[in-house]
């Protein structure tokens, strides 16, 4: 779940009747205190629903990029770049905002024009053979150029076997992936791709966690700010969620380590503190440990396919 935090907004009377429809229809089970789990049938309905719906591949990316503006840096610098291919000076700019063309002639102006304008068909080329032809060509149709315009998501929904709630997910989740993939390349895109990074940590926490890099203990930090140690130690377990290098081994003792995995087996989601509680391990090192052995299962997942 962790990867998911942030894509939507659900309040808790909704999730509660879903959760009901859900039982009701006989495709979730109750496995525990305040834990569900799909049921055969609800599995068999999860698999026919992927099989005709869009579904986000990296739904962790709404948490690190501002998808709206970026979409429309995106739509412009295509729009952009396409009508001066063909020498086109006098045509209507699809993105309207002030903001995002401030920033994009301030982009251009720091670096070579004509080199981005060359990089930029061979970048997309590069993103778009990873993916699916059906995906890559809705996903282009969404872009305006010199005389073609862009595709609205009704149009597409005529064309293809997805709706427009479908078209929505799928054009933001290939943008961030495209911005994830573009922060890789050289120096203008990266600078480019930052003007939209977004820090998932509220204002408070990340300063609690700039001064925990920066050497100091949590109990100094809690005195300094005048926050309690329990507050300290939750925005820690915050930063590790959502931060990609956490220095777990500044926070875990070799010993706590030690115990924890000798005591500790299978999917961290299942793990029981009570299990470790009697041995002396807090509830913070407990935790920050499951965080971590997650984490790890998801790259391993990912890295495997």
Known sequence: M???????QIENIVFDQQLTALKQH???QQAGDQQFCLTPAGQQCLTAFLSEHYWRKAPQLVQYFQCDTWLQMLTLIVQTFSESSYQNQHYYVITTSPQIQFWFKKWIKHFDYQKLQTDLPRLLNEFLTTLPTQQADVFLNFFAGHQVAGQTYTQMAEQTNWSVTDLKILHEDLALRLAAFLRKQSEP????VSLF???PLPASCVQTYQRFLNGESSQKIANE???KLSTIREHLLMAAIFCQSFPYQQLLASRQLTIMKESLSGAPSTWNYQIVEPRE???FSFRLYQIQQTKIRQQRKSTNG
């Open 2 to 8: 962790l990867e998911w935090l942030g894509v939507a």
């Open 26 to 28: 006989g495709w979730l």
């Open 189 to 192: 895109w990266q600078v480019l």
């Open 197 to 199: 990074q977004k820090s």
């Open 225 to 227: 700010r005048h926050l």
């Open 281 to 283: 391990i807090d509830f």
